[in-house]
């Protein structure tokens, strides 16, 4: 759990995904805002595409623990306090890109 946390910030602070995002309040979400990695980081274009490609397997591995963390939930709780527990828990900045929104 501890280095799930620990990856989660390193992504969030690469992928800047508690930074403003452009638009305005009415725009539809943009996901988080990109850096540019291979001048961030020093790294060949090459390897910026690896390190991109990294990232995004592992926003999809977090978007899939998150949908079955959400299906064991709905197993063992009711809908009210499954509702509950959506409206106590934090949401990630911006929503971020495949979010699980509560249900309505």
């Known amino acids: 759990m501890r280095r799930t946390l620990i990856l989660a ?7 800047g ?4 995002q452009a ?3 009415d725009s539809p979400p943009q996901g988080p805002p990109r850096i540019d990695i291979a001048n961030e980081l020093g790294v060949s274009s090459a390897r910026a595409i690896q390190v991109e490609a990294i990232l995004e397997n592992g926003r999809e591995r977090m978007r899939a623990a998150r949908e079955q963390t959400r299906v064991e939930l709905a197993q063992v709780l009711t809908p009210e306090q499954l509702a509950k527990l959506d409206a106590a828990m934090p949401r990630p900045p911006g929503g971020g890109p495949g979010a699980v929104q509560p249900r309505r």
């Open 23 to 25: 638009g305005g309040r």
């Open 9 to 15: 910030g390193f992504f969030l602070a690469v992928t």
């Open 17 to 20: 995904a508690g930074a403003q």
